[in-house]
Every structure is written in C-alpha cells, then in structure tokens.
T-cell receptor, first 112, second 115 residues
Framework: GNSVTQMEGPVTLSEEAFLTINCTYT??????LFWYVQYPGEGLQLLLK???ADDKGSNKGFEATYRKETTSFHLEKGSVQVSDSAVYFC???????????WGAGTKLIIKP | KAGVTQTPRYLIKTRGQQVTLSCSPI?????VSWYQQTPGQGLQFLFE???????NKGNFPGRFSGRQFSNSRSEMNVSTLELGDSALYLC??????????????FGPGTRLTVL
C-alpha cells in the first residue's frame, strides 16, 4: 500500500541552524509529493511540492527534491528562524485515489 | 482569490448530539475532501466529493457522512457524537481531485470538542 514515513520529533534547533526533516515513501505508480506546514492553532498550508522524479520544490527558503531511487523527499532549509517553528507534514498523492496519504508530522522548535 | 473557508471555527457539543460542519472551496475548485486530525491518530481521510458525488471514503463509521452541493460547497455531519470525535476537522479543495498532481488547499479547520 501507499505510505509515508517521517522522522519523529520534536526537532529542536537554534536560530540560523541548518534543517533537515527526513521523509520516505512507499507508493504504487508515480506519486506527487508534498510538504505542508501547520502553525499553532491553524490549518495546513502547502509549503512546496514536486510531481515527478528529480523535481525540486522550493518556497520560503525551504527545498525538497523528489528522489525516486531512494524514495525520499527530505525537507531542507539553510538557516531557520524562530518563525519556522511549526509542525511539518510530508504527504503523497497517487492518481485516482482522491486523498493525500500523510506522514505523522514532525514538530520543529527553533530557539533564539 | 479567497481561500477555503470553514464554519464554524469552534464547536462544543455533548455526547449523543449531532453536528454539521460547512466548507466553501476556492472558487473554481470542484473537489472537496475532509480530514480528521487528532493527536493520537494524526491526519485521517474521511471522504472526498466531486460534482455532488462521493468518490472515496475513509475508514470511519457510518455516523460520519457528508454531501456536496451544486456550487461545490460541502457539509459533513457527525451523528451521535462520542468523546473520541473531538478533533480538528479540516476541509481541502482542489480543481479535480483525481490526478496525482492535483494540489489540495486547506481551510483553517473546525475544532470540535465533545463533552
């Protein structure tokens, strides 16, 4: 079946540190991959996406590359800020399934 | 474009009652999906609607139901509420819902508390 595995949190970093949140997936066919972010008390915001192998999604300094050979879509940012503190969700979608398949989420805490 | 809107934002109900949540999708989006988010179970898919038809349903009891109107607005209903139904209910809209590339955009959610 289709599934997403994310690294467990919380991840605690100091401001300006380098961030990596690991995400691996199992899927039939050719999924699209997504990162969503959820700030406290809010809904989910699309952070970035990639729809085919070797695509790189990027937004607000965050990047993730769709690696088919390692079935991964790791989220990275070169220099995190306190305002990046949130929960990050990796998700995939396959054709004609009509739903996102979610990872468990990774809570990120950035300390000043 | 206005985003996905959900009403109400907060609800407090007691066990045994029923509740209806509403979702208005982004203009032009015809697919609406619903998810339940809880600390223990994470994000779980409830159902998806397109052109007033439910195309997919998650593994939830029949107490959870939904519908979509001709203007793509959607409602979900939970009958005979249980304490375990306390959750954040998220609605997402997308253009079509079918292709893997179709991106879902989420509303702010409705926080349901069952006492």
């Amino acid at each position: 079946g289709n599934s997403v595995t994310q690294m467990e949190g919380p991840v605690t970093l100091s401001e300006e540190a380098f961030l990596t949140i690991n995400c691996t997936y199992t899927a039939t066919g050719y999924p699209s991959l997504f990162w969503y972010v959820q700030y406290p008390g809010e809904g989910l915001q699309l952070l970035l996406k990639a729809t085919k192998a070797d695509d790189k999604g990027s937004n607000k300094g965050f990047e993730a590359t769709y690696r088919k050979e390692t079935t991964s879509f790791h989220l990275e940012k070169g220099s995190v800020q306190v305002s990046d503190s949130a929960v990050y969700f990796c998700a995939l979608k396959v054709n004609s399934n009509y739903q996102l398949i979610w990872g468990a989420g990774t809570k990120l805490i950035i300390k000043p | 474009k206005a985003g996905v809107t959900q009403t109400p934002r907060y609800l407090i109900k007691t066990r045994g009652q029923q509740v209806t949540l509403s979702c208005s999708p982004i203009s032009g989006h015809r697919s609406v999906s619903w998810y339940q988010q809880t600390p223990g179970q994470g994000l779980q898919f409830l159902f998806e609607y397109f052109s007033e038809t439910q195309r997919n349903k998650g593994n939830f009891p029949g107490r959870f139901s939904g519908r979509q109107f001709s203007n793509s607005r959607s409602e979900m209903n939970v009958s005979t509420l249980e304490l375990g139904d306390s959750a954040l209910y998220l609605c997402a809209s997308s253009l079509d819902g079918g292709p893997a590339t179709d991106t879902q955009y989420f509303g702010p959610g409705t926080r349901l508390t069952v006492l």
